[in-house]
């Protein structure tokens, strides 16, 4: 299927240096796409961009919103136009990403208990997010990271791990939505795929339990409450799992340093499970590190993790990888440049203009430079700026080579059909069970709707995933 | 400690939301009925003063009746029915019942639409459609939250009922 049979304009492609998923070189559509482009020109799927408008409409109006300031109210861009990923090639993904939990716990487990990482001592006790109080400190089953996730890129080889997210990761739920608005709204674009189901909360679930040394443990959903920017999602994966969401004021901690749930007129429960979507636990609710590290009750995930999210320790993750599996890493990541090694900062700043600039503790795209995106113009001083900030903070940021990764068609209108190249990247979740990590088929593909930054939290948009078999 | 059914929990969190949810829907209704009265009266009697004495008990200084039309309606100060309104929907959005989520959207919609300050007659229709809207919200509250309604007659048979 050539894009010359699509109506005249439909395709809008501006990044030809970039592997497209959906249309290859020749200009034919590629197999994954093939019968979507079909279905899209069905000549009786009447009034496509009605359906599209209320889909947009009714998730704005039912809250679907992703908030970087408290009182702002800002609907997540939607794509109808998924990504298709055929399923061989999401295995490797798959086995690459529970390949990586098991590692990434297996540090975490050896940062709190024999510290004999292979990590230069200074980078993990100098990380803001190690937590010397949970030294010693084993949770049930070894696990640290029941939620994990993994942000991926592609390059039309390869797929590619540019950042770990250990502590709170979001956007698991959506995915949900638009499979949901799809389902709703636009379910004849679905024709002729099986995709394999994605239900992620019922790993997590799973997980929740497999952490509690109780047999029916309570569980609950700790959320920062509904002007945190990533309410909507707390508030849906509660639902879907039909578990309390609780804010900071319900939680206590019970004379027997139990946590408990205050129910006003009647009492209190105690709760096992605490799947806490917030960082600074202890300011949410004083006393619950105690609570934890007293196994009163369990956390998912455990405080601590995060200093295996560092950006400085990602750069060392296939090492760990070969130090505690014996395997060689099945995803690759960018090489990365430590400017804490002498050797390295000079190599970064002698190849500065092709690395992406990250600052350690920075997160969603935030504190991110990538000096080729900027105009030749104003390029020189940006660069002199970063050298210098480097030079005097070699602990406060990490780069990375900058990768020429994939994008794939986004909808611009249905109708008339006008489509166009946007970059990509994919965040693959994982659940740490008692058998193991648990990759659900699917997972959250965010498109760049300028430049290549992919973030909500710096503008992108969100895409549903599917995974097929061809 | 376990005697309570865990299903259905009403969390001090909820209680409060619900509580802070009611008080926006009243503040919205009463600020939007007294302003739509003083501007009958700027309309009518060419006379600023109900708008003056609405600016006075709500803590809004008065210049120009323009501008504190403009205050009154959109200004970023808890007394503007726009801040009320989107008070309104953060509670909504908190007590997770979709109804209530897509109707406080609309009535925020409504009230951000911005009428041209100097025709009164747009600014009382603008006015007009925020009480159809806050009407509706309360109606939509009605089916989502009340218990249902029952006769005084079957309230009385009830009463009987009640064998004392």
Not at chain 1, 368 to 386: C, F, Q
Not at chain 1, 391 to 417: C, G, I, M, N
Request: aromatic share 10%; charged share 25%.
């Amino acid at each position: 299927m050539h894009v010359d049979s699509l109506p005249s304009k439909a395709l809008d492609f501006s990044k030809t240096n970039s592997f497209n998923e959906a249309v290859d070189s020749s200009l034919i559509i590629r197999e994954e796409y093939r019968q979507f482009f079909k279905n899209i020109q069905n000549p009786k799927l009447l009034r496509l961009r009605e359906k599209a408008m209320s889909a947009d409409l009714t998730a704005y109006l039912e809250g679907f919103t992703y908030n970087v300031n408290p009182n702002e109210y800002n609907a997540v861009p939607m794509d109808f136009v998924p990504r298709i990923i055929d399923r061989k090639k999401f295995q490797i993904i798959e086995d690459g990403i529970k390949q990586r939990a098991n590692a990434l716990n297996l540090f975490l487990k050896d940062v709190y208990t024999e510290q004999k990482t292979i990590i230069p001592d200074d980078l993990i006790f100098g990380s803001e997010y190690f937590n010397p109080e949970l030294i010693g400190h084993l949770p049930k089953n070894d696990i640290f990271i029941q939620v994990y996730g993994a942000d991926l890129l592609y390059n039309g080889v390869t797929f590619y791990v540019i950042e770990d997210n250990l502590r709170v990761p979001s956007g698991v739920t959506y995915p949900l939505k638009i499979r949901e608005m799809s389902d709703r709204y636009l379910n004849a674009l679905k024709k002729g795929y099986k995709i394999e189901p994605f239900k992620p909360w019922k790993s997590l679930l799973e997980t929740m339990k497999d952490s509690s040394w109780v047999k029916n443990p309570f569980m609950v959903l700790l959320t920062d409450g509904p002007s945190g920017s990533a309410y909507f999602e707390h508030m849906y994966l509660s639902k879907l799992m039909n578990i309390p969401l609780v804010e900071a004021g319900d939680l206590y901690v019970t004379k027997s340093g139990h946590i408990a749930v205050r129910v006003p007129g009647e009492g209190e429960i105690q709760v096992d499970v605490i799947y806490r979507r917030v960082e600074d636990i202890d300011e949410f609710v004083p006393g619950l590190t105690k609570a934890y590290l007293d196994g009163k009750v369990a956390l998912v995930n455990s405080p601590g993790t995060g200093v295996a999210d560092d950006k400085l320790v990602y750069s060392y993750v296939p090492e760990l990888i070969r130090h505690y599996l014996s395997e060689d890493p099945i995803l690759e990541q960018p090489k990365s440049y430590n400017p804490t090694i002498p050797e390295e900062l000079e190599n970064a700043i002698l190849n500065i203009e092709n690395l992406v600039v990250k600052e350690r503790g920075g997160y969603g795209g935030m504190g991110t430079v990538i000096p080729r995106d900027h105009p030749k113009s104003k390029r020189g001083p940006l660069i002199e700026k970063i050298k210098k900030e480097i030079t005097e903070k070699p602990d406060d940021y990490l780069l990375q080579e900058t990768l020429d990764f994939s994008t794939t068609v986004t909808r611009e209108s249905f109708s008339p059909l006008i489509m166009r190249d946007s970059y990509v990247d994919l965040r693959v979740f994982s659940y740490y069970t008692k058998e193991g990590p648990m990759v659900p088929a699917g997972g959250l593909s965010r498109y760049a709707r300028h430049g290549r930054i992919t973030n909500n939290s710096s503008g992108g948009g969100v895409k549903d995933t599917w995974i097929v078999n061809l | 400690m376990s005697h309570i059914n865990k299903k259905n929990l009403i969390l001090p969190s909820n209680l409060y939301k619900v509580y802070w949810l009611g008080r926006y829907v009243e503040r919205v209704d009463s600020v939007s009925r007294a302003l739509l009265s003083s501007l009958y009266s700027l309309k009518q009697l060419k006379s600023e003063e109900p708008l003056m004495a609405l600016a006075d008990s709500l803590g809004i200084e008065f210049t120009k009746h323009e501008k504190f039309i403009e205050d009154i309606l959109h200004g970023d100060i808890p007394s503007s029915i726009l801040y009320s309104v989107r008070h309104m929907r953060t509670n909504a959005i908190g007590l997770g019942i979709e109804r209530l989520v897509r109707e406080s959207n609309i009535l925020v919609i409504a009230v951000e639409e911005r009428p041209r300050l100097n025709e009164i007659d747009e600014v009382i229709k603008h006015a007009n459609d925020i009480i159809a809207a806050i009407n509706n919200f309360g109606r939509v509250i009605n089916e989502e939250i009340a218990p249902p309604k029952i006769s005084e007659e079957k309230m009385r048979q009830q009463t009987r009922h009640q064998q004392q």
